[in-house]
């Protein structure tokens, strides 16, 4: 098995297992067993746990801003793109499995104790901000809503995540379409 090859298995076994169970409680050894990749070859790959984190959220924020951007920029340029977000958001929140946002939980998990992946979680948060802000100046809304937007968005997130419910995500689209039109 070549190097690509191991890293895509593991990075795929390292994904399913992280977001289902959290980083903290899986282990190697799992990881290496979920992908059938030998522990020699994991180690050479990813030297240390932290190595596959990163990777993991880094593969993870680039699978999820494109899946985001490829619905929001396929519907029509305006507030219906910005509302599209809360739109992606609940169809996210009714995928089998879901179990909130991985980089909320990874922070929540390592953020206090791994330096790295609090960074790489704020990064990811920031390009999401970034894309939001795109999205209300391309709708010639004022930067102002940007904060709010983002906030009713990542809200949503964990209030699906522990509710169970993807009802936060409407209720969220409903709380920007309100802030959209009163500007």
């Known amino acids: 098995m070549d190097r690509a090859e191991a890293e895509t298995r593991l990075l ?3 994904e399913e297992l992280f977001y289902e169970r959290g980083v903290q409680a899986v282990g190697m050894d799992q990881v290496r067993a979920a992908s059938g990749v030998s ?22 924020d680039r699978r999820w801003r494109a899946r985001l951007a490829e619905y929001a920029d ?22 089998p499995g879901f179990r909130g946002c991985a980089f909320i939980n990874s922070f929540g998990e390592l953020g206090a104790v791994d330096p790295a992946v609090a960074e790489t979680v704020r990064a990811h948060k920031r390009a999401f901000r970034d894309y939001m802000a795109a999205l209300v100046a391309d709708a010639g809304e004022s930067g102002q809503t ?19 419910s ?7 689209r409903q709380g920007a379409a309100r802030l959209l039109a009163a500007r």
């Open 39 to 60: 522990l020699k070859r994991l180690y050479q790959v990813f030297p240390s746990k932290s190595d596959l984190v990163l990777a993991y959220l880094e593969r993870r």
């Open 74 to 95: 396929g519907r029509p340029a305006g507030r219906e793109r910005v509302l599209a977000v809360y739109d992606w958001l609940y169809e996210w929140f009714c995928e």
């Open 12 to 14: 795929d076994a390292a």
């Open 166 to 172: 993807p009802e936060p995500a409407r209720q969220a």
């Open 146 to 164: 940007v904060a709010p937007l983002v906030l009713l968005a990542e809200g949503a997130m964990t209030a699906s995540a522990i509710s169970g």
